[in-house]
């Protein structure tokens, strides 16, 4: 990897930053104030123009519009859902039927966005190219029909087996025994999504305020270091900042997840490692990766490794860690070889949230005038689109299919105290970081994996 690699997201690269009206707009009054200006925040307020127009909506930013992962993430349009679908069934009383609905529900959500943006006029690189997850060794070729096993157990007859020479039709990765493939996938460019967004939530109406920190919420008040904001509700929008806030510090527990981009790859590269445009990918390893090829033919690459910092600490110097995106490197030519002589033009990095029960939620407060969707664990791109939708229906009285999802009203129980977090986490991230190297040298499923992956089914 290249020293002189930009220490920002290749997001952000040609993307043209909204500005809004100054501090003085800061208005006195508003029917809700939003906290947070990334993707769930402003989902939230351009749901509540559409289902009421003449509602007064206020979105306060500490930073800039899509600061945070909105503007950082590695661009997946997903189905997936933080939880197991068993875990899906438990919230909903055990009814399995419901959990079958959620996740048709989400898949129905990775087209929906696409068609919204389009709609709204946000050019933002959506492809519905799916996704394909490699196997790579036996153990991971198990794993992966397992997992097919599950989906067809659940209701999903989409997700498929591909055998090697299949699979090499939409990405040649080295060491392919075969892949999963789900079609219910599409990538985006993170930030041109949440510019366009906020652009778009400006011109139906809503007051953006950005540079401005919360200091505290409560009683038809939000106090802030610009003044002070009466409002009937409030929403908590902040994801992996939440911590910001005297009554977020230990809802979630943020984790950092790195990311890398290469150069653009000229036409004999791009033939060699065979990925379709917007096709999203990784291996069936058991630490995260996530991977897409983008509209400009670069890979954007990233994964989890990073440490979880003492006291949810999300300060941006966490954001370059060269150990973790070294490592990140080494698995991106560890599955396209061709790609070791390439260059490594952007390193980058952003916090995600993670609750306690290892479960989304979100939901709406009538009689405190609170509302709040969260603890997505990096899969809220799909997800803050979904959480938008369903607080403004709650918040104006509306009622869909959306706003009965199983963890709608859910709450996470809050972390312990630190130094009790750092050590639960860090053990956490440890575990599943050693997993990968069991199943390499036992050649057998890790029994860490199996230990963790059960807790997580029942809710942590």
Not at 10 to 36: E, K, M, N, Y
Not at 245 to 252: E, I, N, Q, S, V
Not at 324 to 352: K, M, N, Q, S, Y
Request: net charge neutral; charged share 20%; hydrophobic share 40%.
């Amino acid at each position: 990897m290249t020293l002189t690699a930009a220490r920002h997201p290749v997001w952000h690269d040609g993307v043209d930053w909204p500005t809004f009206p100054d501090l003085q707009s800061l208005p006195a009054r508003a029917d809700v104030v939003i906290i947070g200006g990334g993707y769930t925040g402003l989902w939230t307020a351009l749901w509540l123009k559409e289902l009421e127009p003449s509602l007064d909506v206020v979105v306060i930013e500490s930073k800039r519009v899509g600061f945070g992962a909105s503007s950082r993430n590695g661009g997946w349009v997903s189905a997936l859902m933080p939880m197991s679908l068993e875990r899906v069934a438990e919230l909903a009383g055990g009814n399995r039927d419901a959990a079958i609905n959620a996740a048709a529900v989400m898949r129905t959500m990775v087209r929906d966005l696409g068609d919204v943006a389009e709609s709204l006029g946000i050019a933002c690189d959506y492809q519905r190219s799916g996704t394909l997850i490699a196997a790579r060794t036996p153990v991971q070729e198990q794993r992966a029909r397992d997992d097919i096993a599950h989906a067809r157990h659940w209701g999903d007859t989409d997700t498929q087996w591909l055998p090697a020479l299949s699979a090499a039709k939409f990405a040649q990765m080295d060491q392919m025994l075969g892949a999963t493939f789900t079609p219910h996938c599409a990538s985006v460019q993170p930030a041109k999504l949440v510019t366009g967004l906020a652009r778009v939530v400006a011109q139906r109406g809503v007051s953006i305020v950005e540079g401005t920190r919360v200091f505290s919420h409560g009683d038809g008040r939000v106090l802030t270091e610009h003044g002070e904001v009466k409002t009937r509700v409030v929403v908590r929008a902040t994801e992996g900042y939440t911590n910001s806030l005297p009554d977020g510090r230990r809802t979630f527990a943020p984790v950092f997840s790195l990311m890398i981009a290469t150069a653009p790859l000229p036409a004999d590269v791009l033939d060699s490692v065979g990925i379709l445009p917007g096709l999203t990918f990784a291996d069936h390893r058991h630490l995260v990766t996530y991977g897409q090829r983008t509209s400009d033919d670069r890979i954007a690459f990233g994964g989890r490794g990073a440490p979880y910092h003492f006291g949810s600490n999300c300060d941006a110097k966490h954001e370059q860690v060269p150990s973790v995106h070294a490592a990140i490197h080494r698995i991106l030519i560890d599955l396209f070889p061709v790609l070791r002589d390439v260059a490594i033009t952007h390193t980058w990095g952003g916090a995600l949230a993670v609750p306690r029960d290892w479960t989304v939620s979100m939901g709406y407060d009538a009689q405190r005038g609170f509302a709040w969707s969260g603890g997505y664990l990096g899969d809220g791109v799909t997800m803050s689109f979904t959480g938008g939708r369903v607080l403004a229906e709650l918040i104006t009285g509306r009622r869909t299919a959306l706003s009965d999802l199983p963890w709608v009203g859910h709450h996470s129980p809050r972390w312990e105290p630190e130094p009790l977090r750092w050590l639960g986490v860090t053990a956490g991230l440890k575990a599943m970081s050693w997993a990968d190297t069991e199943e390499r040298l036992t050649r057998k499923p890790s029994r860490v994996a199996s230990f963790i992956n059960t807790a997580l089914n029942r809710g942590g």
